[in-house]
């Protein structure tokens, strides 16, 4: 069993800062990447950030220069710093996780339940 457990949201002002942790806990391997993706209400989910094994990072335009991922790997948990918040922000946050379970398992793909953003203007 892998999970994915997200924390860190909240309600803050437009301009503002958050920080949002995944933890990820179980039978795990190895974690490829780690990545938060959002789901504001009546759209599609979209991506918003990346941070691989390898160190690769990358990020949604939206929110680059904004928000920044980062990863324990001790703790296989990553995070999100969200400063300068904008109402266009708000959303569900979700974590993903594509990782091995055993040496010789193929990458599957997990989530978390997500964590509410919202920011006030």
């Known amino acids: 069993q892998v999970q994915l457990v997200e924390s860190g949201g909240g309600l803050v002002q437009t301009g503002g800062s958050l920080r949002l942790s995944c933890a990820a806990s179980?039978?795990?391997?190895?974690?490829?990447?780690m990545s938060w993706y959002r789901q504001a209400p009546g759209k599609p989910r979209e991506w918003v950030a990346t941070?691989?094994?390898?160190?690769?990072?990358y990020y949604a335009d939206s929110v680059k220069g904004r928000f920044t991922i980062s990863r324990d790997n001790v703790r296989n948990t990553e995070y999100l710093q969200m400063n300068s918040l904008k109402p266009e922000d708000t959303a569900v946050y979700y974590c993903?996780?594509?990782?091995?379970?055993?040496?010789?398992?193929?990458?599957?793909?997990?989530w978390g339940q997500g964590t509410q953003v919202t920011v006030s203007s």
């Open positions: 993903n996780a594509v990782l091995r379970r055993t040496p010789t398992a193929p990458n599957y793909e997990y």
């Open positions: 179980g039978s795990i391997f190895m974690i490829n990447s």
């Open positions: 941070i691989t094994s390898g160190g690769g990072i």
